[in-house]
């Protein structure tokens, strides 16, 4: 197993009938790296987070992520990463503390480990006292942490964050890329998508697809130089811009 790269992606293909969702894209993502994939509605970078995950099998193209044979291995890839969506997906008429013994349990945590981290947990969220509440009582932002943190419950290789900060406050978006430095510090590769292009200058590289194919890809500060550019957005709308298919 190599063991410098979380994510090795070769000639990846996903076709559905006569159509090309993602059209032979090649990366890799070094272990610990904040990696930004981004690309407007319709470029196809849904259909390839959904290979990366073990939830969708590739056309052509071979590839590992953490380690595991996207083409034969998506089982043991869902139980060595960790996702959350823009979409607040635990449940909501169970409590907090429910929620993430939950979640605990499906990962295969002892009850004692269980225990220990949501107690953790909940102290370095600073919802101590919001244990025993509704999931669904819970302000957007906290519900954002926590659900950030219950993908971490099981230690995962490599946590995949798809816009998780989507409709939360500047302050509340700033924290949690403060959580998302921290994960990555401990050697967590995160990947990431958004359509906050000034969180894309947080991460560590940044990819863009466009059509199926990833167009641009390097360190926010070589695109800006690359394409001229003072800010990622305007990165962003550049390469964006030569789209033909429609979203």
Same mark, same amino acid.
């Given at each position: ?6 994510? +090795? ?20 993502? %070094? %272990? ?17 987070? +959904? ?9 052509s ?23 959350m969506?823009q ?8 409590? =907090? ?6 979640? !605990?349990? @499906? ?6 480990? @269980? +225990? ?9 969220? *600073?919802?101590r ?9 819970? $302000? #957007? !932002?906290?519900?954002?942490?926590? &659900? ?7 230690? $995962?290789?490599?946590?995949?964050? /798809?816009? $998780?900060?989507?409709?939360? /406050? ?9 959580? @998302? ?10 990947? =990431? ?13 940044? &990819? @863009? ?12 500060? *070589? #695109? ?5 550019? !003072?800010?990622?957005d305007? =990165?962003f ?11």
């Amino acid at each position: 197993m190599n063991t410098e790269y979380a994510i +090795r992606i070769r000639n990846l293909v996903k076709r559905f009938g006569d159509f090309t969702a993602v059209d032979n894209i090649s990366f890799d993502v %070094r %272990r610990g790296e904040i990696f930004g994939f981004l690309g407007a509605n319709g470029a196809g970078k849904t259909t390839a987070m +959904r290979i990366l995950c073990g939830l969708s099998r590739p056309t052509s193209g071979s590839g590992t992520v953490a380690g595991f044979d996207i083409c034969r291995e998506q089982e043991k890839i869902k139980r060595n990463i960790g996702y959350m969506s823009q979409k607040f997906s635990l449940y909501p008429d169970l409590t =907090v503390r429910e929620n993430i013994r939950l979640f !605990g349990g @499906i990962y295969g945590l002892k009850d004692r480990t @269980i +225990r220990e981290k949501t107690e953790k947990m909940l102290g370095m969220l *600073g919802i101590r006292d919001a244990g025993d509440r509704f999931a669904t009582d819970l $302000p #957007l !932002g906290w519900k954002q942490k926590l &659900s950030f943190c219950i993908a971490l419950i099981h230690s $995962p290789q490599i946590i995949f964050l /798809d816009e $998780p900060t989507g409709g939360v /406050d500047p302050e509340t978006r700033r924290r949690f890329w403060e959580s @998302i430095y921290d994960t990555a510090g401990n050697g967590t590769t995160v990947f =990431v998508t958004t359509h906050y292009m000034d969180e894309a200058e947080y991460c560590d590289r940044v &990819s @863009i697809m466009v059509d199926g194919r990833i167009d641009a890809m390097d360190s926010p500060a *070589g #695109l800006k130089k690359r394409f001229s550019a !003072g800010n990622m957005d305007e =990165v962003f709308r550049t390469v964006a811009g030569r789209a033909v298919r429609e979203e």
